[in-house]
């Protein structure tokens, strides 16, 4: 019989600026000893990939952090234009229905095919800090566009990393899908920001949503919350406050953003350090609740 996990670190997607505000809550916590990257589960969507997996290689948040604070890390550039937004957008707002947003989602990222699948592992491929799956557990949320069905790739799937990075990272009209198996996988953040919902096999989760619901129908990270509360588990969920979410701006691939929106999530994380380490620690066995943005 397998174990249940224990521990759960959930990192939403975002761009640029949820990756530092992550890497800044995780310093700030770990400043009064919550120290989340010792996860039992390490999950991430889309930006988050590539926290998880700078966490499952070891990296600490203080070190992480140095590295935002000064920019001493190259990070990912992409141009998502104006005409993408707009698609985008188009796509995720046409419908009040969850399905059905997922659907024009789906069929807005297999109508890209100026771009090979091939230039998706290039351009993230040279960002992934570990060169295959490491040894703790890893969990890489991706969407099927030919089915609309989630999966968290994980080591034990046969799935090589790059790939499955490149699916968590597709996201439409800016990449095509990725192809694994008989299915086109694009990133996980078409259907959610977080993912949470697919953690209900853990005792205790934290959720880190930079962006705590996405344009349109799709669900919200405090749904997700529930979902894991319906199921028994013990769930935390961060958001940015207002000031944080200044520091974001509007651009969420505008790297100049990143310090600003490390510090904030330091702050963040110090301020609520005490709330996350009840249900960390499992002090409080009550404790369910979303950490609100102010």
């Given at each position: 019989?397998?174990?249940?996990?224990?521990?759960?670190?959930?990192?939403?997607?975002?761009?640029?600026?949820?990756?530092?505000?992550?890497?800044?809550?995780?310093?700030?916590?770990?400043?009064?000893?919550?120290?989340?990257?010792?996860?039992?589960?390490?999950?991430?969507?889309?930006?988050?990939?590539?926290?998880?997996?700078?966490?499952?290689?070891?990296?600490?948040?203080?070190?992480?952090?140095?590295?935002?604070?000064?920019?001493?890390?190259?990070?990912?550039?992409?141009?998502?234009?104006?005409?993408?937004?707009?698609?985008?957008?188009?796509?995720?707002?046409?419908?009040?229905?969850?399905?059905?947003?997922?659907?024009?989602?789906?069929?807005?990222?297999?109508?890209?095919?100026?771009?090979?699948?091939?230039?998706?592992?290039?351009?993230?491929?040279?960002?992934?800090?570990?060169?295959?799956?490491?040894?703790?557990?890893?969990?890489?949320?991706?969407?099927?566009?030919?089915?609309?069905?989630?999966?968290?790739?994980?080591?034990?799937?046969?799935?090589?990393?790059?790939?499955?990075?490149?699916?968590?990272?597709?996201?439409?009209?800016?990449?095509?899908?990725?192809?694994?198996?008989?299915?086109?996988?694009?990133?996980?953040g078409v259907r959610s920001t977080t993912n949470a919902d697919l953690l209900?096999?853990?005792?205790?989760?934290?959720?880190?949503?930079?962006?705590?619901?996405?344009?349109?129908?799709?669900?919200?990270?405090?749904?997700?919350?529930?979902?894991?509360?319906?199921?028994?588990?013990?769930?935390?969920?961060?958001?940015?406050?207002?000031?944080?979410?200044?520091?974001?701006?509007?651009?969420?691939?505008?790297?100049?953003?990143?310090?600003?929106?490390?510090?904030?999530?330091?702050?963040?994380?110090?301020?609520?350090?005490?709330?996350?380490?009840?249900?960390?620690?499992?002090?409080?066995?009550?404790?369910?609740?979303?950490?609100?943005?102010?």
């Open positions: 019989m397998t174990k249940q996990p224990n521990t759960a670190l959930v990192l939403g997607g975002g761009g640029l600026t949820a990756y530092g505000w992550q890497v800044g809550v995780l310093a700030g916590l770990a400043d009064a000893g919550v120290h989340l990257g010792d996860a039992d589960v390490l999950a991430g969507t889309s930006a988050g990939s590539l926290l998880a997996l700078d966490l499952a290689k070891g990296s600490t948040p203080s070190a992480l952090y140095t590295e935002q604070i000064n920019r001493d890390r190259p990070m990912i550039d992409v141009d998502f234009t104006l005409s993408m937004t707009v698609r985008y957008l188009w796509a995720s707002l046409r419908s009040r229905d969850q399905d059905k947003t997922l659907e024009h989602l789906s069929r807005l990222a297999l109508s890209v095919r100026d771009v090979p699948e091939s230039a998706v592992l290039e351009a993230i491929g040279p960002h992934i800090p570990v060169p295959d799956w490491p040894e703790r557990e890893v969990r890489l949320f991706a969407v099927d566009a030919l089915t609309g069905t989630p999966a968290a790739f994980t080591a034990a799937d046969g799935v090589d990393l790059p790939h499955a990075m490149a699916a968590t990272c597709a996201l439409p009209p800016l990449f095509p899908p990725i192809t694994i198996g008989k299915a086109r996988w694009m990133d996980g209900t096999d853990c005792a205790r989760v934290v959720v880190l949503a930079p962006i705590p619901k996405a344009a349109g129908a799709t669900p919200s990270a405090q749904s997700h919350i529930r979902t894991l509360t319906d199921h028994g588990t013990r769930a935390t969920l961060l958001t940015p406050d207002r000031a944080a979410r200044r520091a974001f701006g509007r651009n969420p691939l505008n790297a100049a953003r990143i310090p600003g929106s490390a510090r904030e999530g330091r702050r963040q994380g110090r301020e609520y350090a005490e709330t996350v380490r009840e249900v960390w620690d499992g002090s409080d066995p009550h404790r369910n609740e979303h950490i609100p943005a102010r």
